[in-house]
Nanobody, 121 residues
Framework: VQLQASGGGLVMAGGSLRLSCAAS????????MGWFRQAPGKEREFVTA????????YYGDSVKGRFTISRDNAENTVYLQMSSLKPEDTAIYFC???????????????WGQGTQVTVSS
């Protein structure tokens, strides 16, 4: 599966932003989908993930209650709705996929290119 993330940008603290990740191929529904982020000088951080039909979701502690993952299987797209953004959310955000689901919160095998999110104070 090939992934293409988009939607990053500059937003003020407290604002919202929605990221999209379009996946190629006809087997999108077989994949767990997730988002990670990496800030300058920091390690990659798990943000959120979702199973194939959306009835199981997982969130990193730093984004719980503020970020929401969703997917549209008809459009082969996964979304990350980010609200109440903080300057510490500034990072490059990556979408990722894992067919088994076992690695989706740690080291998924498929990655999209990143999209920059910058939150100003």
């Amino acid at each position: 599966v090939q992934l293409q993330a988009s939607g990053g940008g500059l937003v003020m603290a407290g604002g919202s932003l929605r990221l999209s990740c379009a996946a190629s191929g006809r087997t999108f529904t077989r994949y767990f989908m997730g988002w990670f982020r990496q800030a300058p000088g920091k390690e990659r951080e798990f943000v959120t993930a979702m199973n194939w039909n959306g009835d199981s979701t997982y969130y990193g502690d730093s984004v719980k209650g503020r970020f929401t993952i969703s997917r549209d299987n008809a459009e082969n797209t996964v979304y990350l709705q980010m609200s109440s953004l903080k300057p510490e959310d500034t990072a490059i955000y990556f979408c990722a996929a894992d067919r088994s689901g076992l690695l989706i919160t740690s080291a998924p095998p498929y990655w999209g290119q990143g999209t920059q999110v910058t939150v100003s104070s």
